[in-house]
């Protein structure tokens, strides 16, 4: 690691980040931070319209039940679209690289992929495309038709599952074992700031941004965005 990368903890974050990603991770930290974000956001569409003065102990069992309900179909229905999304994403691909094959002209397969790669393709110039090019060319063609499902996309959508699942639990375990309702919307809501505070410092992280700003617009943007779905009937 070099002086310039010591001196950025943005780029030194992004290059572990990377060489990470050939080791097996499922989800990228917005992927990860996204559905953790979801689940929350439900949760809270139940627990923030609880009202302290009238409910009694059998509309918290009921909140409990609906949110965790809630969750539960909302991360089904989040993991098959990620599915989905990686069927789509290969069949783009697949389909990029048909068109870069059939190119008549080089300069038609280097505009194709330029535009794939995006704004970093001028650095690479006519040599890097045509070597991308003749690099695409080598390589057995791409696959006619349905794209299949991987095991990896399974483990994946597990994945996506399991995070909007599982930040149910965090919000709505202080309802469980705490029989003063109002202390325990407290501490639910405390729970609430606490994890929209480390989504955004997680994603101010991964986006070489300042980590503690994030952190604290994430949890500023969280309450408008609830108010809003609350107001709205959940």
Not at 40 to 53: I, P
Not at 137 to 146: A, I, T, W
Request: hydrophobic share 50%; glycine share 10%.
């Amino acid at each position: 690691m070099n002086e310039a990368t010591e001196h950025d903890p943005a780029v030194a974050t992004l290059i572990k980040d990377l060489e990470s990603q050939g080791e097996g991770r499922l989800l990228d930290p917005i992927d990860r931070n996204s559905e953790i974000l979801f689940g929350l956001f439900m949760v809270l569409t139940f627990t923030g319209t609880l009202s302290v003065a009238t409910a009694g102990r059998e509309d918290v069992k009921l909140m409990l039940v609906a949110a965790i309900g809630c969750n539960i179909a909302w991360g089904f229905v989040d993991g098959v679209m990620y599915v989905l999304r990686n069927l789509v994403v290969r069949a783009r691909e697949a389909t990029l690289q048909r068109a870069v094959r059939a190119a008549r002209r080089p300069e038609q397969a280097h505009h194709l992929i330029a535009t794939q790669i995006g704004p970093m393709a001028a650095g690479l110039g006519a040599p890097g495309l045509e070597r991308v090019r003749l690099w695409i060319m080598d390589q057995p063609p791409p696959p006619v038709g349905r794209m299949r499902m991987t095991a990896h996309d399974l483990r994946s959508a597990l994945g996506v599952f399991l995070l909007v699942f599982l930040s149910t639990f965090p919000v709505v375990l202080p309802f469980v074992f705490i029989e003063d309702l109002q202390l325990a919307k407290r501490l639910s809501a405390a729970t609430a700031i606490a994890m929209l505070f480390l989504c955004g410092y997680g994603w101010g992280r991964y986006g070489g941004l300042s980590p503690w700003r994030a952190g604290l617009v994430m949890v500023l943007l969280g309450v408008v965005v609830e108010a809003i779905v609350i107001a709205l009937g959940g």
